[in-house]
């Protein structure tokens, strides 16, 4: 007996069935959040370490990377919709989370953030820093550098807050250069 082969469109709509699968959680759900637009909220507890939901998507070529960030990022200045939801894989392949069926990719920055992104092969997935509570909104680190810093501020609210997303190894750095700017303001 043989096997039907399955056309393009066939194939296509089985991995997208097969990514929305590995990207759904018993442990979270997608409301309006007070950082930002939409955000994930716990619906059950989630404990430390856990890996609770997977940040599924396409998977593309540093090339098509670049041109998808830009676009992303021209679209963000226009609409100011969120500006770019992809991480880096390999030195050749990244995961552009900017699909409908990858609900992880609302999840919104904080400077206090309650889990991370954790790379385990190819594959990417938010895990708890620390117990998280029933009703919290989960929050990550996008660990952006400081290059374009300004086009981008935090709304996360916490008390640590630097004024933007960026990665918490450049905090310090952050602190100093608005600090300066202070002072020639002066």
């Known amino acids: 007996m043989s096997k039907k082969k399955l056309t393009k469109e066939e194939k296509e709509r089985k991995r997208i069935a097969k990514l929305t699968e590995r990207g759904k ?78 609900p992880a990719r609302l999840i919104n920055h904080s400077c206090e953030p309650n889990s991370e992104a954790v790379q385990d092969g190819k594959r990417i997935f938010l895990q708890a820093l620390r117990d998280i509570d029933v009703g919290e909104e989960i929050t990550f680190d996008y660990g952006f550098e400081l290059d374009c810093f300004e086009d981008h501020p935090c709304r996360c609210g916490t008390e640590s807050c630097v004024g933007y997303i960026v990665g918490r190894e450049y905090h310090d750095e952050l602190a100093q250069l608005l600090a300066e700017r202070e002072t020639l303001k002066s």
């Open 25 to 102: 959680s018993d442990f979270v759900e997608v409301r309006g959040s007070e950082i930002h637009g939409r955000g994930v909220y716990a619906v059950r507890s989630i404990p430390k370490e856990e890996y609770f939901i997977e940040y599924v998507g396409n998977r593309i070529d540093k090339d098509e990377s670049e041109r998808r960030a830009w676009a992303q990022y021209e679209e963000h200045e226009k609409t100011g919709a969120a500006a770019v939801y992809i991480f880096n894989l390999t030195k050749r392949w990244d995961l552009d989370g900017n699909v409908e069926w990858n």
